[in-house]
């Protein structure tokens, strides 16, 4: 914030406010606190389903090439 380009104090000072008060703050919604084995249970089943849908994708473009 306050590496703002300018040759003037003053232009300076009103840019890095400017950009101060443009910035908003991401909101991070909290679902609470859930136990660990719950955590990998469920990591596990959604990684198992990215890494069929991967090898899905891999072989309709192997089709698509020969």
Known sequence: ML?????????VAESAVEK???LRQQSVSDWG?????AFVATRRVRNGLNKDAK???R??????LG
């Open 20 to 22: 101060q008060g443009s």
């Open 55 to 57: 090898k899905e994708r």
């Open 59 to 64: 072989l309709r473009s192997l089709s698509h």
């Open 3 to 11: 590496r703002v380009v300018g040759d003037h104090e003053e232009v």
């Open 33 to 37: 606190a859930i136990h660990l084995k």
